[in-house]
């Protein structure tokens, strides 16, 4: 399984980005997915979370509101819509597909991407 994120990139902060993760194989609209991010220093740190079918989603409380999580099963890929960006969602974005259950921590993903990054500037 290789998951490819993209969409990253520089915004002022008000602005929106999409994230893509785009995954290889045959067998993600079976999993669980997610999206974390990472900024230098600290812990990776869960950002959202969508059911294999996209019937349900659930977020980090810094970005409920404003972040929107997707997939599209047909076409392998998985989206994290960005409004109203702050400076302080500057990171590195990863996303993950889940082992079973997925969740809020790091313990419940297998595969990651190599990461996107974003740079909200003030």
């Known amino acids: 399984v290789q998951l490819q994120a993209s969409g990253g990139g520089l915004v002022q902060a008000g602005g929106s980005l999409r994230l893509s993760c785009a995954a290889s194989?045959?067998?993600?609209?079976?999993?669980?997915m997610g999206w974390f991010r990472q900024t230098p220093g600290k812990e990776r740190e869960f950002v959202a979370f969508?059911?294999?079918?996209?019937?349900?989603?659930y977020y980090a409380d810094s970005v409920k509101g404003r972040f929107i999580i997707s997939r599209d099963n047909a076409k392998n890929t998985l989206y994290l819509q960005m409004n109203r960006l702050k400076p302080e969602d500057t990171a590195v974005y990863y996303c993950?597909?889940?082992?079973?259950?997925?969740?809020?921590?790091?313990?419940?993903?297998?595969?990651w991407g190599q990461g996107t990054l974003v740079t909200v500037s003030s």
């Open positions: 969508i059911s294999w079918s996209g019937g349900s989603t």
């Open positions: 194989g045959r067998t993600f609209s079976i999993f669980n």
């Open positions: 993950a597909r889940g082992r079973r259950e997925g969740g809020r921590t790091m313990t419940g993903y297998d595969y």
